[in-house]
């Protein structure tokens, strides 16, 4: 069956370091990835995609790889904030075209920035 | 910055009873969909919407849920009879054709 494995625990970490987040998934063939951000009570909130031919891609403090051949895809915060602290998920969706059909969530992973 | 807006942010009602969740999304995007997340649960999909008809809906989405857009602007997402298991927050989502989806901050529904 398909899975998609975000790790449930919490990851704390010490402002200014680099969080890295994992995202492993079997018995799918995703075209592209996606991780979102998720405050308590809040609606998930766009951060990056990434596609099944790129290899990486950054925004500001953000990173994604995605290892298509692991099934794979690391998120990485670098510099990290208290700001940063939130529960971030995982999404993918198999299909060929870019409609964000029907998005498979994570589990997401909390992670806890202190000052 | 425009947003994805959903009303009512909280509705309590009976087992049986019909709800209705309204969503305004983002006025150029073209495809809508409807996520819930159970109480410390994922994320699930329930239905996309475009071009006036549902492209995908998952098993979740039974006879007992139906999706609308009734004008220009609004999207809606009906259930018809609800249960004890439709206690979630459900999100209203739009997008271009990008695949990122822009997401409502959500409406609690709890079925008491």
């Known amino acids: 069956s398909q899975k998609i494995e975000q790790n449930s625990e919490a990851l704390n970490i010490q402002e200014g370091k680099t969080a890295t987040l994992t995202c492993n998934y079997t018995?799918?063939?995703?075209?592209?990835l996606q991780w979102y951000r998720q405050d308590p009570g809040r609606g998930p909130v766009f951060l990056l995609l990434?596609?099944?031919?790129?290899k990486e891609k950054r925004k500001e403090r953000l990173k994604v790889t995605f290892d298509t051949t692991l099934k794979q895809s690391l998120f990485h915060i670098t510099a990290s904030q208290p700001a940063d602290s939130a529960t971030y998920l995982c999404?993918?969706?198999?299909?060929?075209?870019?409609?964000?059909?029907?998005?498979?969530f994570g589990g997401g992973t909390r992670l806890m920035v202190k000052p | 910055e425009p947003e994805v807006t959903q009303t009512p942010s909280h509705q309590v009602t009976q087992m049986g009873q019909e709800v209705i969740l309204r969503c305004v999304p983002i006025?150029?995007?073209?495809?809508f969909y409807w996520y819930r997340q159970i109480l410390g649960q994922k994320v699930e999909f329930l239905v996309s919407?475009?071009?006036?008809?549902?492209?995908?809906k998952s098993e979740i989405f039974d006879d007992q849920f139906s999706v609308e857009r009734p004008d220009g602007s609004n999207f809606t997402l009906k259930i018809r009879s609800t249960k004890l298991e439709d206690s979630a927050m459900y999100f209203c989502?739009?997008?271009?054709?990008?695949?990122?989806?822009?997401f409502g901050e959500g409406s609690r529904l709890t079925v008491l």
């Open positions: 989502a739009s997008s271009k054709d990008t695949g990122e989806l822009f």
């Open positions: 919407f475009y071009n006036n008809e549902i492209s995908e």
């Open positions: 018995n799918y063939s995703p075209a592209y």
């Open positions: 999404a993918l969706d198999p299909s060929k075209n870019n409609a964000g059909n029907m998005l498979t």
């Open positions: 006025s150029n995007h073209l495809y």
């Open positions: 990434i596609r099944e031919n790129e």
